[in-house]
């Protein structure tokens, strides 16, 4: 307390037991317009303020006396986290063979200098280069792979591809047994013999002789020369197209080569034979038309005393050639329809007048129907057109659908033979062979 007596005093003053010296002068208590007796009687000991270095350093500093105090500038956490990181210091690398990454530190590699040109280039030539991590060869990655597998892993990884081989060879050995995945060519040979069937009625089928034998006959019933013409179309038809999209369905046709090329000729060969089947099909209804006609006209003749006709039912009668299509049948009915009705009223004239009501020359009368009998008898002889002659018959040529077939057939009876079904059937079945027939 001595020392405090004299404010003026230069001595230090000597801190309290457990304080450290301080630094600071009595005369800087003047500065601060404290008394040490203040201090004194508050029982405290005051730090005087220290001056910083840093303000001894502005003050002296010309910039400072410049521009005056710098600012403070905050530190902003949410506008930092929004800027794009240009030199991450962690790394992820991945693994292509397991997926599995790994992260690294990358704080030690030179980052994107600030002039913008890359590292290796340019005025920053002498930076080191940044290398790409080199991808470990096939052998090292699944050295890698099996090395973090777990033990259950590994015995998988050896199991499941032997019961899988093993799965498979046995699989192939109850399929070349039971022979549960070959072709089944039954289906095919059954189809084939329905083919064979139908191409035998084709070949028997007389109707179509039948309907030009007939075509002149009056005897001849016009439903019954239809039957024969409606059985005539079907034998101009074909196959039918049903069968044969059956026999492209068949495994056989499907998954044997050799099969599958016959089917496809035969095929060929009964499109061909099928392009004059429409040509076949109008010449049959003209033959229809024509022998309609023929029992037509015998049956006016039989029932009007030959030339008694009247207009009406000469008209009538001509109907079916005019009104055939045919240039040629419409121009015979037009003239026949003519021709006819001038006879008939010839005849009429001569039979039915009677010289109480007018004067009839007889003599006349009967050289006027003769004359015009005979002109009718003469067109009929001349003109009547002769259809069977003048629109033939074009019937479908089986010859090469015959050959086509028969090579398809033998082919597929035979391989049926050597891969035959015995659940199916269809052969027959000897005690050493299999005979298909």
Same mark, same amino acid.
């Given at each position: ?5 004299n404010p003026n ?31 004194q ?10 001056k ?16 005056g ?5 905050e ?6 986290s929004?800027?794009?990181?240009m ?34 280039y ?7 280069r940044?290398?790409k ?12 792979s099996?090395g ?15 019961v ?12 070349m047994?039971?022979?549960v ?5 039954s ?12 191409l035998q009625?084709i ?25 024969y013409?409606e059985?005539?179309?079907?034998a101009?038809?074909g196959i ?8 492209g ?9 050799e099969?599958?090329r016959r089917?496809?000729?035969?095929k060929?060969? @009964?499109?061909?034979?099928?392009n ?7 010449t049959?209804?003209l033959?229809s038309?024509w022998?309609s006609?023929?029992l037509?006209e015998?049956?006016g003749?039989k029932?009007?005393?030959g030339f008694?006709w009247?207009e009406?039912?000469i008209?009538?009668?001509a109907?079916? @050639?005019?009104?055939s299509?045919?240039?040629? @049948?419409?121009?015979?009915g037009?003239r ?7 006879a ?10 009677s ?27 001349e ?20 050959v086509k ?15 035959y ?8 079945e @000897? ?5 298909c027939?």
């Amino acid at each position: 307390m001595d020392n405090m007596e004299n404010p003026n005093s230069q001595s230090e003053m000597t801190p309290p037991a457990g304080l450290q010296p301080t630094g600071f002068q009595s005369s800087d208590l003047q500065s601060t317009n404290l008394q040490p007796t203040d201090l004194q009687s508050n029982g405290l000991q005051m730090k005087a303020p220290e001056k910083t270095t840093a303000q001894d350093a502005d003050s002296d500093d010309s910039v400072f006396h410049v521009f005056g105090n710098a600012k403070t500038v905050e530190f902003d956490q949410r506008l930092a986290s929004q800027q794009i990181n240009m030199n991450p210091t962690e790394k992820m690398v991945v693994e292509p063979l397991t997926g599995s990454s790994v992260v690294y530190d990358a704080s030690s590699e030179q980052g994107v200098p600030e002039n913008g040109f890359p590292a290796g280039y340019g005025p920053n030539a002498g930076i080191k280069r940044i290398k790409k991590p080199v991808k470990p060869k096939l052998k090292e990655r699944i050295k890698r792979s099996f090395g973090q597998m777990t033990k259950k892993q590994r015995r998988l990884l050896v199991i499941i591809p032997s019961v899988s081989l093993i799965l498979i060879i046995t699989l192939s050995l109850v399929a070349m047994v039971t022979g549960v995945f070959a072709t089944d060519y039954s289906k095919t040979y059954s189809v084939a013999k329905s083919i064979k069937n139908e191409l035998q009625k084709i070949r028997s089928n007389t109707n179509c002789e039948k309907v030009i034998e007939y075509n002149d006959n009056t005897f001849t019933s016009m439903e019954i020369y239809q039957g024969y013409v409606e059985e005539c179309k079907k034998a101009g038809r074909g196959i039918s197209e049903q069968l044969i999209e059956e026999m492209g369905d068949t495994a056989g046709v499907l998954k044997d080569v050799e099969v599958n090329r016959r089917f496809e000729a035969f095929k060929v060969a @009964l499109n061909e034979s099928k392009n004059g089947n429409a040509d076949m099909e109008k010449t049959l209804n003209l033959y229809s038309i024509w022998h309609s006609w023929i029992l037509t006209e015998a049956s006016g003749d039989k029932s009007h005393n030959g030339f008694e006709w009247s207009e009406a039912d000469i008209k009538d009668a001509a109907k079916i @050639l005019i009104e055939s299509g045919n240039e040629k @049948l419409a121009a015979y009915g037009n003239r026949w329809v003519e021709l006819k009705t001038e006879a008939a009223k010839a005849a009429y004239k001569f039979y039915h007048t009677s010289e109480s009501t007018e004067v009839v020359d007889y003599a006349e009368a009967k050289s006027d129907m003769e004359a015009k009998k005979a002109a009718f008898s003469d067109f009929q002889k001349e003109k009547r057109p002769d259809i069977v002659t003048e629109f033939p018959l074009q019937q479908v040529n089986l010859a090469n659908i015959s050959v086509k077939f028969e090579e398809m057939y033998s082919f597929i009876r035979e391989t049926y033979q050597k891969n035959y079904n015995k659940r199916v059937g269809g052969c027959k079945e @000897l005690i050493n062979a299999i005979i298909c027939d």
